[in-house]
């Protein structure tokens, strides 16, 4: 039997009420992330924690800063690792970084929806490997008080490391009995700030933005406005790093041009 196509079904005004309170309340747009995908996750945090309606749910979550912030976990999934596709990473520092020092001013970087941090430290790590991350700005941002907290702690599970060549892992993280405390001299040349991509103004003049994995979430609408905000926030030359399912496959209508894999460069 097929799925039924969620999207497609009358609207739930309970939850319809829900996204209209969360903007209301948050600021945060549940409308602009794919509907179907994000009720059931929604749905599933509801029912666990007893609420029989999404307005039940909404009443307890302003009441219960735990709820709340076990609701922002879920809706952003905050599921990352170091050196996550390792050969991309490999790109980046082999072909993009040089191509971005030619310019020989300080690079302005940025890590959009950074999760607990492990991207930003990512690049963190390459950056001091090539004795460059002293004169490099690298700004992390994400909308989860939760995920970042955890960034700026810098503690994290084994799991987390498996894609962090030996020798680097030995350089920049420090075993605390089960969990890995990522250096200091990484932790301080990294800026973490709250940040709703859909929602606030962006800075200018980057050389490289790194968002991954996250515009799979959102509708086709919201997409395309990221990517146009996402450009404009470029200087011309700089990159966009994207995942390896969110090529953009009309990447001129944004003035990027495809040059690495899922590499884009502003023209």
Same mark, same amino acid.
């Given at each position: 039997m097929a799925e039924?196509?969620?999207?497609?079904? &009358?609207?739930?005004?309970?939850?319809?009420?829900?996204?209209?309170?969360?903007k209301q309340s948050t600021g945060i747009d549940l &409308?602009?992330?794919?509907?179907a995908q994000m009720k059931r996750r929604l749905t599933t945090l509801r029912m666990k924690n007893g609420y029989n309606t999404f307005n039940e749910f909404y009443a307890a979550m302003m009441k219960d800063k735990a709820l709340f912030y076990e609701f922002l976990d879920r809706m952003t999934i905050n599921v990352s690792e170091f050196w996550r596709n390792p050969n991309r990473w490999e790109v980046l520092r082999d072909v993009i970084l040089p191509d971005l020092q030619r310019s020989g001013r300080r690079l302005k970087l940025w890590s959009a929806a950074c999760s607990t941090g492990e991207e930003p430290y990512t690049l963190a790590m390459i950056l001091s490997d090539k004795n460059i991350l002293a004169q490099t700005g690298i700004l992390a941002t994400d909308i989860d008080d939760g995920a970042l907290a955890k960034a700026k702690q810098g503690i994290y599970l084994e799991r987390s490391l498996k894609d962090v060549p030996k020798d680097v892992a030995d350089r920049y993280f420090t075993p605390e009995g089960p969990v890995f405390k990522v250096s200091e001299g990484l932790k301080k040349n990294i800026?973490?700030?709250?940040?709703?991509?859909?929602?606030?103004?962006?800075d200018e003049g980057f050389d490289l933005i790194i968002c991954r994995n996250v515009m799979i979430y959102f509708t086709e609408e919201a997409k395309n406005k990221l990517y146009h905000k996402f450009s404009a926030s470029l200087r011309p030359g700089g990159y966009l790093f994207v995942g390896s399912t969110e090529q953009i496959f009309t990447p001129a209508q944004y003035g990027f041009e495809s040059t690495e894999t899922f590499f884009y460069r502003k023209k």
């Open positions: 039924r196509d969620e999207s497609s079904l &009358a609207p739930d005004p309970d939850y319809t009420g829900f996204i209209h309170n969360i &409308a602009q992330y794919k509907e800026d973490f700030r709250k940040q709703n991509l859909l929602l606030d103004k962006f």
